[in-house]
Nanobody
């Protein structure tokens, strides 16, 4: 059973920082492209950041320069460091594993809530 477990969501003030984590198995971590998505109430889920198996990264324009995605291979964990948070960053953040070498299935975590207030 594939598991992705997010943590680190919280309620913060605008301008503050948060670090999200997504823990999974070594099988997933080394064989899939990992990504962070978010979904605000009434909006579609959107891609926030992605880190490929080779370590290359991409970011949504709205978070460039503020968010940093990284991987900890020793712990099979992906992180999302979020700085200078804005109210529009609020939403449920999901960890995803996609483009896995062993499956056409995408895998999702249960989500962690981030609330940024002004």
């Amino acid at each position: 059973q594939v598991q992705l477990v997010e943590s680190g969501g919280a309620s913060v003030q605008a301008g503050e920082s948060l670090k999200l984590s997504c823990a999974t198995s070594e099988h997933i971590f080394t064989r899939c492209r990992m990504a962070w998505y978010r979904q605000a109430p009434g909006k579609e889920r959107e891609l926030v950041s992605r880190i490929n198996r080779d370590g290359t990264t991409m970011y949504a324009d709205s978070v460039k320069g503020r968010f940093t995605v990284s991987k900890d291979g020793a712990k099979n964990t992906m992180h999302l460091q979020m700085n200078s948070l804005k109210t529009e960053d609020s939403g449920v953040y999901y960890c995803a594993a996609k483009g896995c070498t062993f499956s056409v299935t995408d895998y999702w975590g249960q989500g962690t809530q981030v609330t940024v207030s002004s």
